[in-house]
């Protein structure tokens, strides 16, 4: 069963940093780019960062560049997006999505709709 995990969400005063994990299983994730993708209410899904399989090429939102890093850990099934310097702008559910290599990090972070598998999401809040 293919399973994308994410935790770290939470309440954040703006200004403040976070960092997400997204835990895989059940698929070959080294094969497999892995996008955060974030929906706030009311709004459109925005791919947000996105890793390539070789973990060689990363994509991110302009509206998070310089604010937010995407890495992963192949020894451990996991990406993580450090987020710094919050915004209330980035309150959002965020979540974790895997596609396969046949399309870029920028190319699934543009068009969401296209990748495999999606995790169920973990709220994120900046609020002072």
């Known amino acids: 069963e293919v399973q994308l995990v994410e935790s770290g969400g939470g309440l954040v005063q703006p200004g403040g940093s976070l960092r997400l994990s997204c835990a895989a299983s059940g698929f070959t994730f080294d094969d497999y780019v892995i996008g955060w993708v974030r929906q706030a209410p009311g709004k459109e899904r925005e791919g947000v960062s996105c890793i390539s399989s070789n973990d060689y090429y990363t994509h991110y939102a302009g509206s998070v560049m310089g604010r937010f890093t995407v890495s992963r850990d192949k020894a451990k099934n996991t990406v993580y997006l450090q987020m710094n310097d919050l915004k209330p702008e980035d309150t959002a559910v965020y979540y974790c999505?895997?596609?396969?290599?046949?399309?870029?990090?920028?190319?699934?972070?543009?068009?969401?709709?296209?990748?495999?598998?999606w995790g169920k999401g973990t709220l994120v809040t900046v609020s002072s």
């Open positions: 999505a895997a596609g396969t290599a046949e399309f870029t990090p920028y190319y699934y972070c543009a068009n969401p709709e296209f990748v495999n598998y």
